[in-house]
C-alpha cells in the first residue's frame, strides 16, 4: 500500500535550518512527484512546491524562493525538503503529500499524504 | 495567486441533515475540467482527499458527499451528516502555480 512517512519533529532557534525527509514505498517513486504543503496552527494549507521525482525537476512558490530547497534519492525513494533562515511565523506542520496519478502523469490534488512534522521555531 | 474564499466559516447541522459548503475562486479554474478538490481533515491527521475535478468522488469515500459547480464557483454537500463527519473541510485549486486552499469550514453536530 502506498505509504509516506516523514522524520520527526524539529525544534529550531530563530536563523537555523531545517531539514524534513518524506519516506515512500507501494509505488514507482520515480513516475511520480512529492508537493510539500505545510499548516500553521488553526490556519489553512499552503503550498511550499514540488519535485519531479523522474527528471528532479522543481517548482517553488514565490513565497518561499531563496529559503526553501526540494531534493530527492531515487534509490532511497525519498524526497527532502530545506527551509532556511527560520523565523517564528514558520512554526508548522510540513506535509508531503503525493500528487493523484492519472495515466502517464499525475494531477495535482493529493490523494496520499504523510503524517506531518511539526517545526518549532523559538528561542 | 488564485484566492480561495470559502463559506460559512463554520456550521451546526443535526445528525442526518443536509451540510453544504461553498467555495469561490478569485479566477476561473475552468479548462476542460475544473481544477478544484475538496479534502476533510480531522485533528491531528493530514487533510483526507474527497473530491477532484470539482465532482468526482475519490475511491472509497461515501456517496454522501457530493461536489458541483464550476468555473469560479463550488460546492460540497454532505447529504446525510454522520457524527464522523466533524471534521474541517477545505477546497483546493490546482490550476494555476502557487496552488492555493480555501481558509477551512468547520462542520460540527448541531
Known amino acids: 500500500q502506498v505509504q509516506l512517512v516523514q522524520s520527526g519533529a524539529e525544534v529550531k532557534e530563530p536563523g537555523a535550518s531545517v531539514k524534513v525527509s518524506c519516506k515512500t514505498s507501494?509505488?514507482?517513486?520515480?513516475?511520480?512527484?512529492v508537493h510539500w504543503v505545510r499548516q500553521a496552527p488553526g490556519q489553512r494549507p499552503e503550498w511550499m512546491g514540488w519535485?519531479?521525482?523522474?527528471?528532479?525537476?522543481?517548482n517553488y512558490s514565490q513565497k518561499f524562493q531563496g529559503r526553501v530547497r526540494i531534493t530527492r534519492d531515487t534509490s532511497a525513494s525519498t524526497a527532502y525538503m530545506d527551509l532556511n533562515s527560520l523565523r517564528s511565523e514558520d512554526t508548522a506542520v510540513y506535509f508531503c503529500?503525493?500528487?493523484?496519478?492519472?495515466?502517464?502523469?499525475?494531477?495535482?490534488?493529493?490523494?496520499?499524504w504523510g503524517q506531518g512534522t511539526l517545526v518549532t521555531v523559538s528561542s | 495567486d488564485t484566492v480561495m474564499t470559502q463559506s460559512p466559516d463554520s456550521l451546526a447541522v443535526s445528525l442526518g441533515e443536509r451540510a453544504t459548503i461553498n467555495c469561490k475562486s478569485s479566477q476561473s479554474v475552468l479548462y476542460s475540467k475544473n481544477y478544484l478538490a475538496w479534502y476533510q481533515q480531522k485533528p491531528g491527521q493530514p487533510p483526507k482527499l474527497l473530491i477532484y475535478?470539482?465532482?468526482t468522488r475519490e475511491s472509497g469515500v461515501p456517496d454522501r458527499f457530493s461536489g458541483s459547480g464550476s468555473g469560479t464557483d463550488f460546492t460540497l454537500t454532505i447529504s446525510s451528516l454522520q457524527a464522523e463527519d466533524v471534521a474541517v473541510y477545505y477546497c483546493?485549486?490546482?490550476?494555476?502555480?502557487?496552488?492555493?486552499f480555501g481558509q477551512g469550514t468547520r462542520v460540527e453536530i448541531k
Open positions: 507501494g509505488y514507482t517513486f520515480t513516475n511520480s512527484a
Open positions: 519535485i519531479n521525482n523522474g527528471n528532479g525537476d522543481t
Open positions: 483546493q485549486q490546482y490550476y494555476s502555480v502557487p496552488r492555493t
Open positions: 503529500a503525493r500528487p493523484t496519478p492519472e495515466g502517464s502523469g499525475w494531477y495535482d490534488c493529493y490523494d496520499y
Open positions: 475535478w470539482a465532482s
